[in-house]
């Protein structure tokens, strides 16, 4: 099993290396950044609102700026509101549909001819009143006893003659033939009519022509009076085996009714007009009418949705042409602010990261509202101040610059909302200058929501707004600085780590002396920790001389020799008091062992996740220089007889940055002014040059993009702090009896030639 996984971990580590290979290859970079484009192309595109807005603020009773001209023939459309009222009368003019059941009609027939059948069997049988009463009761017809009493009185000359079984179902027949439903009181509110549905056909019917119970019930107690005029006691009874045997033969159908209702919304039509290509839609000058913008309206939504389609893909071509412009010059000051930034993949892919992120906040912004208020909303100072502090102002400025040009393109060239995101974009670029503390980002707030509102407040006077609408548009303004400020606390941490870039912030967290790291530096190698502290010093003056970054150079000095804790007794710093291990040592295993500081030094700055900017110093701090001490002894030990002088030199690289150059440098001077006997000011000023004059020789600096001129200000710089640190002591008479006092000044002794394992290279 431990075998199967070591070819697993074998195999990714080999995957990795291909990959990584391939990436840095010219030919993969170039795949790389031609993906970039296309992605980015492809979310451009994708954010991009579908819907116009030059016409947003023209209202009903405005004054139209300029002549609109429809640029082809649409349609002019009802607006949501309107289709919907329109769709629901329409619905509501749908009759309901009644289904009429034959059957039910039938059925009540037959039973009244079966009941009084009935009736007539019981009143021909045997038995009294009573019992025949009794007998009737059992029916299952819910009838009083005097109606039917008179039942069982009809005599059969009666019956032949008006009898109540031929009238009952004579108008019975009649009301259920027109049909009889429950109950009209749900309908007579919503309808004048319904469609009543027969097997044979359907026939609409005004809704007085259908009957419901109680008004079928009337109808027959009227007709009833009419056939027993003088017998008002047969009405009675009539009426009442009407409300018995009487059934609702008309069924309200919710479903068809609905399905016609919803037919008839689809056939709405949604157009009420058309507009020709070159018609005049308004004229400058004129006031806006409602007619005006159901026009306008309608044009913004068919350049949106029904275009032509040459119309809708010269726009496409156009919109991504001003984008692809605009991102070639993005990408040209990008080239010549930061050319040591161009070649890195994280970095694109960073900002391309950044630029989605905004337009996408913004699509949704544009989405949720196209008013002008919201446009004051894009988050362009996030983006800006974001990348200012992760890659640099100069970048800060170019992004702001170019992602207020194309939020341009967003709102239809309408810059109201671009200006306002130039403003303080600008302003969060200039707060990100000297941060090193989390709790200045308020500073970073002040000058976003202060940038802010002051566009607003220039163009709302401009505009001559009115002062509560200057005031909601402030109260935008200032939400954005607010959001934004969070924002960039947010994912500044996240991108840090996950691009691998180093922050003003997080130096400022390293140079905490109470970090693991340099406690043990302190402990284990105490004469290199304090040498350290020392280079601190002299690069971080140096880097302000010539505007690099001093806190980078000081921290980065701090890390910059921590592989010596892996051996300290090596170095002669740590030598103290005690017999120098390379007196035993060949110069070439002397050799091994110093350099090794390095190789360890970059590995435990891996394992304790320090920034990728102290590991390049630390890696990069000796660059190629040549171990002069061991290299003399090499041939000397060999009679003179030709030695390999790159087995004495460093690994490398080169220093690639100005920093790691300042921290070579300040290493060397440092370990040489030490070596001098009497460090008088001329002496350093000697010193000084001799060094950066040997390191400029010797190619050491080749890659570091430092200028002639640069490196006199590094020189003048060096000079102060070696002054104040190597500067004579007064000595004070011992006092009788007591030693001298500890620390002071006594003349210092002449110095050997530095032991092996200390840089003196003078």
């Known amino acids: 099993m431990k075998i199967e996984m070591k070819r697993v971990e074998d195999f990714l580590r080999r995957s990795s290396i291909l990959v990584e290979r391939a990436l840095r290859s010219k030919a993969g970079f170039l795949g790389i950044r031609i993906g970039l484009l296309i992605g980015v192309l492809f979310f451009f595109n994708l954010f991009t609102p579908g819907k116009g807005m030059e016409e947003v603020t023209l209202k009903q009773g405005d004054i139209a700026p300029e002549d609109v001209i429809a640029p082809f023939t649409f349609f002019i459309t009802k607006t949501q509101t309107e289709l919907e009222a329109e769709q629901e009368a329409t619905a509501s003019a749908v009759l309901p549909v009644l289904d009429f059941r034959e059957e039910k009609r039938q059925k009540v027939l037959k039973r009244i001819k079966q009941y009084f059948t009935e009736v007539e069997r019981i009143r021909k049988g045997k038995g009294n009143l ?20 008179r039942l069982l009185s009809e005599t059969s000359r009666q019956e032949k003659k008006a009898g109540m079984s031929k009238t009952l179902q004579n108008l019975l027949k009649e009301v259920l033939e027109k049909g009889v439903m429950k109950d009209k009181k749900a309908f007579r509110h919503k309808w004048r009519g319904v469609v009543i549905k027969r097997g044979d056909g359907e026939s609409p019917k005004g809704l007085g ?26 009405v009675e009874t009539l009426v009442e085996m009407a409300s018995s045997f009487l059934e609702e033969n008309l069924y309200y159908n919710v479903e068809e009714t609905k399905k016609r209702q919803g037919e008839a919304r689809k056939e709405v039509s949604k157009v009420k007009g058309t507009v020709l290509m070159g018609e005049m839609i308004v004229r400058a000058h004129d006031p806006v009418t409602r007619e005006v913008v159901d026009r306008l309206r309608s044009l913004r939504e068919a350049k949106g949705n029904e275009n032509p389609r040459p119309v809708k893909f010269l726009t496409i071509i156009g919109r991504n042409g001003l984008f692809l412009l605009l991102l070639l010059f993005f990408g040209l000051f990008f080239q010549m602010s930061k050319p040591e930034e161009r070649e890195r993949i994280s970095t694109l892919l960073l900002l ?225 008091g005690i017999k120098n291990p390379h007196d035993g040592l060949t ?163 002449s110095q050997p030639s530095p032991p092996p394992g200390r840089k003196k290279e003078c």
Do not use: W
């Open 130 to 149: 009573e019992e025949k009463i009794e007998k009737v009761q059992s029916l299952e017809r819910a009838l009083s006893a005097a109606t039917i009493t």
């Open 209 to 234: 022509e259908v009957l419901d119970r109680s008004e079928a019930i009337l109808k027959i107690r009227e007709e009833g009076a009419r056939h027993f005029s003088e017998e008002p006691e047969r």
């Open 352 to 576: 391309a990261l950044i630029f989605c992120m905004v337009m996408g906040i913004s699509s949704l912004i544009l989405r949720f509202s196209p008013a002008e208020s919201y446009l004051y909303l894009f988050p362009v100072p996030f983006a800006a101040t974001l990348v200012a502090i992760l890659l640099g102002r100069e970048i800060g400025v170019a992004l702001t610059v170019f992602l207020s040009l194309l939020l341009g393109l967003y709102t239809d060239l309408r810059f109201s909302g671009s200006l306002v995101a130039l403003a303080g974009g600008l302003a969060g670029v200039a707060s990100a200058k000297g941060l090193t503390h989390r709790s200045q980002f308020y500073r970073t707030l002040l000058f976003i929501t202060s940038a802010q509102i002051l566009a607003i407040l220039s163009l709302g006077l401009l505009k001559m707004k009115a002062p509560e609408v200057i005031l909601k548009d402030s109260l935008f303004g200032l939400f954005n600085g607010v959001f934004s400020t969070f924002l960039i606390i947010m994912f500044l941490p996240i991108f840090e780590r996950v691009f691998k870039i180093t922050t003003n912030i997080t130096l400022l967290e390293l140079s905490d002396m109470n970090r693991p790291l340099l406690r043990e530096l302190a402990v284990q190698a105490p004469g290199t920790y304090h040498h350290s502290l020392v280079l601190g010093s002299l690069a971080e003056a140096a880097a302000k001389a010539i505007d690099a970054n001093p806190l980078l150079a000081r921290v980065a000095s701090y890390y910059h020799d921590i592989g010596k804790m892996k051996k300290p007794q090596y170095f002669i710093e740590n030598q103290s």
């Open 587 to 749: 110069p070439e295993m002397s050799t091994l062992v110093v350099t090794s500081h390095i190789k360890e030094g970059v590995e435990m700055a891996r394992e304790a996740r320090l920034p990728q900017k102290i590991i390049d110093v630390i890696r990069e701090h000796q660059g190629t220089t040549l171990m002069k001490y061991f290299y003399e002894k090499a041939k000397e030990k060999n009679s003179g007889e030709n030695v390999d002088e790159s087995l004495f030199r460093y690994s490398g690289p080169k220093p690639t940055t100005q920093e790691s150059a300042i921290i070579m440098l300040a290493d060397t001077l440092e370990a040489t002014c030490r070596s001098l006997e009497n460090p008088t000011p001329t002496r350093l000023k000697e010193a000084i040059q001799e060094t950066l004059d040997r390191r400029l020789r010797d190619g050491q600096l080749d890659s570091s993009n430092l200028t002639l001129s640069q490196l006199r200000k590094i020189g003048d710089a060096f000079f102060p702090v070696l002054v104040g640190i190597f500067h004579p002591r007064i000595e004070y008479p011992a006092e009788p009896d007591r030693p001298a006092r500890i620390g002071s000044a006594r003349p210092r002794p």
